[in-house]
């Protein structure tokens, strides 16, 4: 999670989206002070040639049962308003033990329309899971809609940098080092390109997933979703509202795209606006070129905007063909983070593909840690800590 900076623009290098109800946000160590901003309820939607707003999946009725979205028959906005109803209050534990398939299949099995799942459901999930096919584990995508049914996306105020910073900063201070390269590591020393070899007690290797395989040999390596994020100053808002706007036609390359200055106005200078939009999957499939992919979303977010695009500036272009780990079913959502007495591994990659993900895989790691070093703490047993999730 980084920020970059160009020209008093803040440009989040992913398009993280959070939500309020992830419960690591509020239980990691120097999260306290960390201040998320809200999207408005619901998201915006552009399908079937128009423009139309699904609400607040928190009160199924006033979403769906009133929504003059063309997403689907009365029976279907019902059934939905109930599904996600049942998941904001079903237990964690209790998805996981569900029977496992694909998305795809789980929503055709649950009698939802292809009308529903195309005009809002397959965006939607787009937008959470990175994977416009829906091949992500059922399991999996039931706990991130439980997560979208129970709280509100937001984006952390500072742009998505501010989450490590913050929990740096609730270190002692001097103890973090970067810009080192590790080389090696065992139980018992880590070796750096740099400085050369340090002892310790234990490694905990918190890192993407290439780059913990590579240091720890045979570590299962997934396949991942690529992310590649644009980021356009503009005169004015295209849209007046912090809002999530989720392409469903599939006829450009846009899966989502959003104001990012209505949401959070620190992220651009006094009169600019910040539109920060996200492509999913391979981007060559649209352009060989950055130039030719630029047009092609500009030429979307016109349709998605309805405005002119032509005078945005290209502030920049964030590929990350590793940004998400896929999570297939059927998906190991709990991969073991201890390898070994002092020998650790924790992310994305060994939890799910999310935020919420990395940041318990960590709380996880850390239990570990201290009870293999006979450190009693106030976060119980392994085995409360699985539930926390």
């Known amino acids: 999670m980084a920020t970059e900076t160009v020209d008093g623009f803040r440009l989040d290098a992913g398009n993280h989206l959070v939500n309020a109800a992830f419960p690591e946000m509020l239980r990691t160590p120097g999260l306290g002070g960390l201040r998320l901003r809200p999207f408005a309820p619901g998201v915006l ?3 079937v040639g128009r423009n139309y707003r699904v609400g607040d999946p928190r009160r199924p009725r006033e979403a769906f049962s009133a929504a003059r979205a063309p997403i689907g028959t009365p029976l279907d906005k019902a059934r939905l308003g109930a599904a996600l109803a049942r998941l904001a209050a079903v237990p964690a534990t209790r998805l996981l033990g569900r029977p496992e398939t694909t998305i795809a299949e789980a929503l055709c099995a649950r009698g939802f329309s292809p ?3 195309e005009g809002y459901l397959r965006p939607l999930l787009a937008a959470l899971l990175s994977d416009p096919d829906l091949s992500t584990s059922s399991r999996c995508a039931d706990l991130v809609l439980r997560g979208f049914a129970r709280g509100r996306l937001c984006v952390p105020e500072g742009g998505p940098g501010a989450v490590p910073e913050l929990m ?8 973090v080092h970067v810009g080192e390269r590790v080389t090696s590591v065992s139980t018992t020393e880590v070796t750096t390109a740099e400085h050369g070899s340090t002892s310790c007690r234990a490694v905990v290797v918190a890192t993407d997933a290439h780059s913990a395989a590579d240091l720890l040999p045979g570590l299962h390596l997934p396949r991942f979703h690529p992310v590649t994020t644009l980021h356009h100053a503009a005169g004015t808002p295209p849209l007046r509202e912090p809002a999530l706007v989720l392409a469903a036609d599939r006829g450009g390359p846009v899966a989502y795209t959003m104001v990012a200055s209505e949401i959070d106005p620190g992220c651009a200078p006094p009169g600019r606006a910040l539109v920060s939009t996200t492509v999913l999957g391979d981007p060559s499939r649209f352009s060989p070129h950055e130039a030719g992919l630029d047009k092609l979303v500009r030429h979307h977010l016109c349709d998605l905007y309805g405005t002119d695009t032509a005078e ?3 502030l920049g272009v964030h590929h990350d063909p590793e940004a998400v780990p896929a999570m297939p079913a059927p998906h190991h959502i709990r991969r073991p983070v201890r390898l070994l007495g002092g020998l650790y591994v924790c992310g994305d990659h060994r939890d799910t593909g999310t935020t919420q993900g990395a940041l318990h895989s960590g709380r996880r790691a850390a239990h570990h840690v201290l ?4 450190i009693r703490t106030e976060y119980g047993t392994s085995r409360d800590t699985l539930k926390a999730a």
């Open 312 to 314: 945005w500036e290209l």
């Open 45 to 47: 939607v552009r399908g």
């Open 168 to 175: 740096a900063e609730a270190l002692p201070p001097g103890i």
């Open 371 to 374: 009870r293999d070093l006979g």
């Open 115 to 117: 009308r529903m799942v």
